[in-house]
């Protein structure tokens, strides 16, 4: 299954294949839910197998569950693109909020970068307050653009100096829409 779920790509194929150009209410709504309920549930399986190794497999995994025994009159295009969009758009926002459990993704930029990024070993505490939630949310977008401009130094592909420089400004952005009055741009760098 194409879990390819960059927000750039998915909305020009979404205007296309919907008919109606709006989404499928229940769809997003259970790949919002998928991403908010059921993620957090697959990050405390013990069994390492088990657990998927990236939200990307995860929302791939989801889909094939409701779309086969969940619903399966979803079972097309027009409510997967809307199942993937849902799970994209809710993971974001926790992402960007600095929720425990979307590390990975805060790193990545989306749900299709989550691929091969495994699982941190120890994930951010659950129970913290919103000024570090903020920070962490900062420290993981520092730490993406890092790791895009890496790549993009190693491939020299078009495709990754383009992601590199969308990273660090959504790493900038974080850090802008986060600075309280003592926050320190060269300290934030040292942190990252």
Partial sequence: ???NIALN???NRIAADIDSGEVHAGAYEEGAFF???DWTWALKEKN????????AEHCAMAWAFVAGSVCPEWNNEHARLSF???YEDRATELADIGEAGYEALAEAGTVA???GWMLQGKPWAARVSSREKALRAI???WAGAAAWQARAEETGAAGDRYRAEEALIRAKYAGDCGRAPA???EAAMIAH
């Fill in 1 to 3: 299954m194409n879990t």
């Fill in 9 to 11: 790509n998915e909305a």
């Fill in 35 to 37: 991403a908010d309920t």
């Fill in 48 to 55: 390492a197998a088990c657990r998927p190794s990236s939200m």
């Fill in 84 to 86: 993937l969009l849902g």
């Fill in 113 to 115: 970068d989550t691929e």
């Fill in 139 to 141: 420290r993981a977008a």
């Fill in 183 to 185: 926050y320190v741009a």
